[in-house]
């Protein structure tokens, strides 16, 4: 999916990863960074978790760890995670 409104010269870090033009295989993985789940000029992170509330920060460092430590045909070089805090509260007190 495209949106004609989106620019196409920006794109996330993630997707500038996965397009580097070098012979090392790059794959970028994301957990709940807002946007990730949303194609950036036609690309996706090659690994990505959507939002969750109850999630806990445990659980997504565990994730984006195994993600860096599987095989190296799907191993991850980059990746990149939000969690609600310290979020909620800069918001809660902002």
Do not use: C
């Not at 870090?13 to 790059?26: C, G, K, M, T, Y």
């Not at 993985?29 to 036609?42: E, F, L, M, Q």
């Not at 806990?56 to 990149?80: A, C, K, M, Q, Y």
């Amino acid at each position: 999916m495209f949106f004609r409104s989106q620019n196409p010269y920006s794109q996330p870090i993630w997707v500038s990863n996965e397009l580097a033009n070098d012979s090392f295989p790059r794959r970028s993985g994301v957990i709940a960074w807002p946007g990730s789940d949303t194609p950036i000029n036609r690309h996706l992170p090659s690994k990505h978790l959507g939002f969750a509330s109850d999630r806990s920060f445990d659980s997504v460092l565990n994730e984006i760890f195994e993600w860096f430590h599987e095989p190296i045909e799907t191993r991850i070089n980059f990746g990149v995670i939000y969690h609600k805090e310290p979020d909620s509260t800069g918001k809660y007190y902002y």
